[in-house]
Every structure is written in structure tokens, then in C-alpha cells.
């Protein structure tokens, strides 16, 4: 008898957490992971009533512990071909009540740190064939990883990375806002860029795939809680004068793990609605 197929979703009480789920569903069985118990909950009960087979856990992936045990409890229920690693902090999105800020340790720990947990765990236990996606962010492309950048990168595994990462940010004369925004770019950016160091190995040893999406403003809490001046400051840099839609986003992380996709690895999708090529190239009127 076959295995069930499991896509293991991390932030999967969020939005793209549910479009995810929603696609990724119709493959087979879904595990959601997320500090949020109380949306976890509520999300199951969504996805259920769309007949989707929904396992949950509760998942920190600030923490090394529970995110192996969260990788084991996926395997426990079947081949884990798709991980979608989608948890991750805004500048004004940090999840702590009283806290409209993210500070510069909570964004690189969630974003940069859980990524390396997300990976390292995943990477034991995914089934051949499988594909594994962390999501960066089109801010990811905002910072040119250089030499010195891609340095300190490539020393993640070490224990002063944390500190490193946040004295890269912190300076006099940086404002709260200004050090988390800085923080954002450049973990997105370690998220890209660590993902890519990855796929030889993923191959390699695992015979399987991993990529990272990178989105532009979706229409999630990441948007909603943006005050309303960087909500227009965003809108006005992208090209498409709209929202990105998170079902749009399903079905492109539901081809990303399909065979069609089979030799999309160690890449970027970049998914903007122009708003990069805008910023960056000077356009044909
Ligand atoms: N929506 C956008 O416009 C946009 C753009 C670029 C990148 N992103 C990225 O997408 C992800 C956010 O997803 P979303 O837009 O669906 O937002 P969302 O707020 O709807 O979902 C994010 C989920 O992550 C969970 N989470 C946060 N920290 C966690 C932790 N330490 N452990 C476990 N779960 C945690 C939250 O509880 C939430 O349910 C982030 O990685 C973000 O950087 C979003």
C-alpha cells in the first residue's frame, strides 16, 4: 500500500498557509505548523469544510527542538514530498501584542534562524522527489549581496551569526522602525541566498528539490497591518495596480512541487507584480 502524500506548511494558521493548503490538499494530506494555536484551530475547521485532510501542531520555529519534532511528527504520517516554509515576521508584523514593531533579533530569529531549523529538520526526513520552498520576499532583493554580506551568510552555523546579523542593523541615528526594516531586507536576502547553498545537497543526498518564492504584497496581514502610507508607497511601486491574491500564490506553489516542475531547483520565483523591474529598470513608456 501507498503512503500518503504529506505537504508539511509552517505559518499555515496565515494566508498563504491556507491557499497552500488548499492546493497542496488536493495531493494528499496537509500538516500545519504555527504559533497560533487559536487560528490553527480555526484554519483545520476552514479547510476541513473543504474536505482537505488537515493534521495540526503547534510549531515556534524560533525553536531547533520543535522543529525537528515537528518534522518527525510529518514523516510519522507518510511521505513528506512538499515542505512550504512560510512562517515569518513583518517590520510591522511581529505577533506580540503590544510590540507594532518587530525588533531586529525577533525578525533575523524567525526569518533568517527558523529558516536554518525549517531546512536542517526537513532535510532528514523529506522523501525522494520531494521539493522544499522558503519563502524570501521581493525585499530579499532589495540588498545586494556582495562579498562581505555573502560572508557573513555563510557563517550561519556558527553561534555569533545572531549578533552579526544584528549588528549589521543597529547604528546611532537608526530609528526602532528603521533597524526592524533593515532586518527584513536582510533576512529575506539570507533566505534566498541560504536556500541556494542548499540544493546541491537536496539533490544530491535527497534527490530532491528546493527553491525559495519571493513575494510582492499579497493580500494577508502583512499588508493589512502596513500603516496606510507604506500600503500606497507599495502599491505605487509595483506595475500591476493591485493586490497579489494568495490563491494566485497556491497554485503557483502547487506547480512548484508538481513533476512539471521537476528541473526548477536552487532558484527564486519572484512573484512582484512588477514592482522590482519597476524599481529597478528604467521602463518604455
Ligand atoms: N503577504 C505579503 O505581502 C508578503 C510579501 C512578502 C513576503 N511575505 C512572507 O510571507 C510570510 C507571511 O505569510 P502571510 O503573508 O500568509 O502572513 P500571515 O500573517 O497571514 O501568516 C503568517 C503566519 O506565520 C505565523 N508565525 C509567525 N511567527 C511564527 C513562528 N515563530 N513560528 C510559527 N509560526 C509563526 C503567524 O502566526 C501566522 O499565522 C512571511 O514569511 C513573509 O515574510 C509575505
New binding site residues.
Given amino acids: 500500500m501507498c503512503n500518503k502524500v504529506v505537504t508539511a506548511i ?2 499555515g ?5 491556507e491557499a497552500a493548503a488548499i492546493e497542496l490538499g488536493k495531493k494528499g494530506t496537509v500538516l500545519l ?4 494555536e487559536v ?1 490553527l484551530e480555526k484554519q483545520k475547521a476552514r479547510l476541513e469544510s473543504l474536505s482537505i485532510d488537515v493534521n495540526t501542531m503547534y ?4 525553536d531547533k527542538v520543535i522543529c525537528k519534532e515537528f518534522a518527525e511528527y510529518a514523516a510519522s504520517i507518510g511521505d513528506v514530498k512538499h515542505v512550504i516554509n ?5 517590520p510591522h ?1 511581529s ?1 506580540i501584542e503590544d510590540q507594532p514593531v518587530s525588533s531586529p533579533e525577533l525578525t533575523f530569529q ?2 533568517s534562524i ?1 529558516t536554518i531549523y525549517i531546512t536542517d529538520s526537513f532535510y532528514e526526513v523529506i522523501a525522494e522527489d520531494g521539493v522544499m520552498i522558503n ?1 524570501g ?3 530579499g532583493h532589495y540588498i545586494p549581496v556582495d562579498e562581505k554580506i555573502a560572508g557573513v551568510f555563510d557563517s550561519c552555523y556558527e553561534d555569533s551569526f545572531l549578533q552579526k546579523l544584528v549588528g549589521m542593523v543597529s547604528g546611532q541615528g537608526k530609528s526602532e522602525l528603521e533597524q526592524s526594516q533593515m532586518s527584513y531586507l536582510l533576512c ?1 536576502a539570507f533566505v534566498i541566498h541560504y536556500t541556494k547553498r542548499n540544493a546541491k545537497r537536496f539533490a544530491a543526498n535527497k534527490k530532491s528539490r528546493i527553491l525559495t518564492v519571493s ?4 493580500w ?4 493589512w497591518d502596513l500603516p496606510d502610507v507604506s500600503k500606497e508607497r507599495t502599491m505605487g511601486a509595483q506595475i500591476e495596480s493591485r493586490w497579489g491574491k494568495t490563491v494566485e500564490m497556491g497554485e503557483i506553489l502547487s506547480f512548484l512541487c508538481s513533476e512539471k516542475a521537476g528541473f526548477i531547483t536552487g532558484v527564486d520565483i519572484l512573484v512582484d507584480g512588477g514592482a522590482l523591474a519597476n524599481v529597478k529598470v528604467k521602463q518604455i513608456d
Fill in positions: 509552517t505559518g494558521a496565515g494566508g498563504f498557509g505548523g504555527d504559533f497560533d487560528a510549531l515556534d520555529v524560533r512560510i512562517a515569518g515576521v513583518g508584523t505577533y524567525t526569518n527558523g519563502f520576499s521581493l525585499a529575506k513575494p510582492g504584497a499579497h494577508t496581514r502583512h499588508i
